[in-house]
Every structure is written in structure tokens, then in C-alpha cells.
């Protein structure tokens, strides 16, 4: 559904995108996750067509989506820095949304305003910063979008909110085959939402992946072998080993029963193995060769 | 139906899968009952509903789901079910870090043999090879 091919973009020198692919299948919904200036947002805002790049391409059901407008009216796009018009009411914004947007759903509207409790007729300008957000995935909403992108959606909004609009997306997903890509740092919540996940780093993919497969490809263990007898690891990728007192910590690549059943073979006196998460996944991944952010991991 | 734990470092299909089977052994689920849709549970769960499908399929091949095209997916008569090896394994590593830490508390190894003959073994339901 959305292709990103070899995406390069510099700003006055700086290489913020360098080659960048990216995948995302129709009706899944995929998580983009980077550390802090990785470019994330620089994706998000080419694949809602807002940049044009310097080179690559950003494919959106087979077609270019810069200055694509029958693909645009189908995308429904929310950024990490709102921006509604200044004297506008949420009544109002829906009205200018309703034009723009030949799918809009007014009784979609009128429900989601009702449950998220906001205010149609006070001006958007008065609203907290999570109230507008939240106006915001509204009028998203509301437009009844095939492609749906999140820059930090659910971040700095309050926890029943949150399980709201965690809600409305799923049952989009499920209900109609939305796509949806979404950035954020709350990997705990991506974790439950996301099936692919995308990790960038310095403007490239770093690992792009079902969630699943990410997660039972690595794990973590904790192991205390007999003293004395040397520890066979044959045929094993360890990635990371390190000895803290009588206590063995590992990171092994690898299917978790093939790791079990040859570690068991030295007989462990204890063997703890535990798939990572997404959130020490990113720290291995991201933390790449250096040692002092795999020690974090334990 | 039931809860999924997020915090939990076993994977969501997993625990779905997990959840069904409990539901389908202890009776709760009878067979050739329909079980709710990919998007019904989904929505229920707030859970990616791909990862639901994901789970309906493992629990297919695993034999406690049967599904009927444009119908959906229905509880298998558990005659059926072919999953228990795994169910096994489990248990088996259950059973030894309970022993492992029998052990470290000091029971002694008559006291844990003692503890297993009162258990079904003395019933003489026990499979030999095991």
C-alpha cells in the first residue's frame, strides 16, 4: 500500500534521509521508531506528500503521492505540530474537512465529538493541547481515510483518551482494511498496536519487520553454568556475553527451543530465557556495537 | 472473554492462542461453537486485528479451530486437537524449575520422590517411555 524506494533528502547539506525503504502492507499497521532526529518525521512528512524529495520515490497504491490530490483525499495525515486555522470552531473545521474530503462521515463526526466530550462551538484556539489533538483525530476520523498517518499521536494524551483512539483505529483496521503507519516513542504502547515495525537511524532503515518475528528472533538469558567446566556455545550466534558474578548474561540470535535445548546441554544450574522487547530491541539495535547500551539490556 | 497482558513478554498471539485453548479445555468453549470474528475480538481486545488472525491461524493448524468459509472459525471436537506435545514440553520445564527449586529449599530427594507417588503416578497412569 505505501512504498518508500530509495528516498534521499538533504536540507542545505544535511543528509536527512539517505536511501531510505519502507513497506507497508494494506490493512496493517506499522510503527516507525528512531531516536531523536533519525528522520522520522521526515518520512512521515514525505509519504503525506507535503515534501518532495530530492530523490527516490513514495508510492501510495501504485501511485506517486506528491501533488496527488484523488490519493491525498483518501489520506488522512495528523502531525506532531497541529495546525488549525485561527478563529475556527471544531463545527467549523468539520464543515472546511467535509469539502475537502469526498468520504466525510458526518454521523462518524457527530458520534466521536460526543464521546470525546469536546466542545463543537468554542473556538479551537481555547482548547488544551490534548483537546486539540484529540479534535484533530476527529476530523482525521471523521474523513474516513484508506491511508492514516500518526506523527506521536497518543503521546501527551491522557490515559482514557489514549484507549479511545487506540479503539478507533483498530476498529478501522478491522472494519474497512486501513492503513496505518504511526511514529512514536512509547514503544510499550506500539507493542500492542503495531504488527511491522520500522527501526531508522541516521536517516536509513535500520530493520524493517513483523513485530513477531523481530521479537522471537532475539533473546535474552540469564544463565549460571556448573563452575569449573568450560561452557560450550557451539553453534550459537551470541551477540553479547558478559559475566557478573556467577551469572551468565547473554544475547543469542536465534529460535528460542534450538538456544534452550543446546545451553541445557552444559546443565545449567539456572536458565532464564526471555524474548526482548520491542523497547530493548531498540536499545540493542540502535545502541549497535557499543557496549555501555547492551549492559542497559540487563 | 479474556484480558491481554502488555506487559507480558509473551507475544499478544500467543497469549491469544493461550487464552482460547484454556477456554477450550476447560470446557468453556464447547466444540462446534462459534468463536467471535477476527474484528469482533479485535475491537473487544483493542488489539491489532491482524495479530488476532494471526492467532486464529496458528490455532487452526494446531487443531482447536475448524473454519467454515463465509462462516468463520468454530471450536474443534478436542479428539482432534493435535496440539498436546507442546502443552508437554511446557509442563515438562514447569516441572523441572519447580524440582530446581524443591531443591534449593532443601527438600531432599526422598521427599520429592515421596511427593510424586502420591501424586497420579501411584495410579499406574504413567507412560513408560516418559
Same mark, same amino acid.
Given at each position: 500500500m505505501i512504498k518508500v524506494e530509495n528516498l534521499t533528502k538533504e536540507f542545505e547539506g544535511f &543528509?536527512? /534521509?539517505?536511501e531510505l525503504n519502507l513497506h507497508v502492507r494494506k490493512g496493517s499497521i506499522y510503527g516507525l521508531v528512531g531516536v531523536n532526529g533519525s528522520g522520522k518525521t521526515t518520512v512521515i512528512k514525505h509519504i503525506a506528500g507535503v515534501y518532495k524529495q530530492d530523490r527516490g520515490r513514495v508510492i501510495i497504491d501504485g501511485e506517486d503521492?506528491?501533488?496527488?490530490i484523488p490519493i491525498k483525499r483518501r489520506l488522512s495525515y495528523i502531525s506532531d505540530d497541529l495546525y488549525f486555522f485561527g478563529m475556527y470552531t471544531l463545527k467549523g473545521s468539520a464543515a472546511y474537512y467535509q469539502k475537502l474530503y469526498p468520504e466525510w462521515n458526518s454521523d462518524r463526526y457527530a458520534h466521536m465529538t460526543e464521546k470525546f466530550g469536546?466542545?463543537?462551538? &468554542?473556538? /479551537?484556539?481555547?482548547?488544551s493541547k490534548g483537546m486539540r489533538k484529540q479534535a484533530a483525530f476527529i476530523l482525521a476520523m471523521s474523513s474516513m481515510p484508506d491511508v492514516l498517518i500518526l506523527d506521536e499521536?497518543?503521546?501527551?494524551?491522557?490515559p482514557l483518551v489514549r484507549r479511545l483512539v487506540i479503539k478507533y483505529i483498530v476498529e478501522d483496521v478491522a472494519e474497512r482494511e486501513m492503513t496505518v503507519l504511526v511514529s512514536s516513542h512509547n514503544l510499550k504502547e506500539m507493542e500492542g498496536l503495531c504488527d511491522s515495525i520500522g527501526i531508522i537511524n541516521r536517516g536509513k532503515m535500520l530493520i524493517e519487520r513483523d513485530l513477531d518475528d523481530l521479537k522471537s528472533d532475539v533473546h535474552k538469558i540469564q544463565a549460571v553454568f556448573p563452575e569449573g567446566k568450560e561452557v560450550v556455545l557451539e553453534g550459537l550466534n551470541v551477540l553479547f556475553r558478559e559475566k557478573r558474578g556467577s551469572v551468565d548474561m547473554l544475547i543469542i540470535r536465534g529460535n528460542g527451543d534450538e538456544i534452550e535445548s543446546r545451553l541445557r546441554k552444559n546443565k545449567p544450574v539456572v536458565l532464564d530465557l526471555l524474548p526482548l522487547s520491542l523497547e530493548e530491541i531498540f536499545i540493542y539495535e540502535i545502541g549497535g556495537e557499543k557496549d555501555e547500551f547492551k549492559e542497559l539490556l540487563f | 472473554m479474556f484480558q491481554i497482558d502488555?506487559?507480558?513478554?509473551?507475544?499478544i498471539y500467543e497469549q491469544v492462542v493461550d487464552n482460547f485453548k484454556e477456554l477450550i479445555i476447560a470446557g468453556v468453549l464447547k466444540p462446534d461453537e462459534k468463536v467471535p470474528s477476527v474484528r469482533d475480538m479485535a475491537k473487544e481486545l483493542t488489539i491489532n486485528p491482524n495479530t488476532i488472525q494471526k492467532a486464529y491461524r496458528e490455532l487452526e493448524n494446531r487443531g482447536y479451530f475448524y473454519s467454515v468459509s463465509g462462516l468463520g472459525s468454530f471450536v474443534s471436537?478436542?479428539?482432534?486437537?493435535?496440539?498436546?506435545s507442546h502443552r508437554i514440553k511446557e509442563l515438562k520445564e514447569l516441572f523441572r524449575s519447580t524440582v530446581n527449586e524443591l531443591v534449593f529449599l532443601g527438600c531432599s530427594k526422598e521427599e520429592i520422590l515421596k511427593l510424586m507417588e502420591e501424586t497420579g503416578l501411584s495410579k499406574g497412569k504413567v507412560d513408560e517411555n516418559d
Open positions: &543528509k536527512a /534521509l539517505d503521492i506528491f501533488d496527488n469536546l466542545d463543537e462551538n &468554542k473556538r /479551537l484556539s481555547k482548547f499521536p497518543i503521546d501527551g494524551l491522557d | 502488555l506487559k507480558s513478554r509473551k507475544a471436537v478436542p479428539a482432534e486437537a493435535a496440539g498436546s
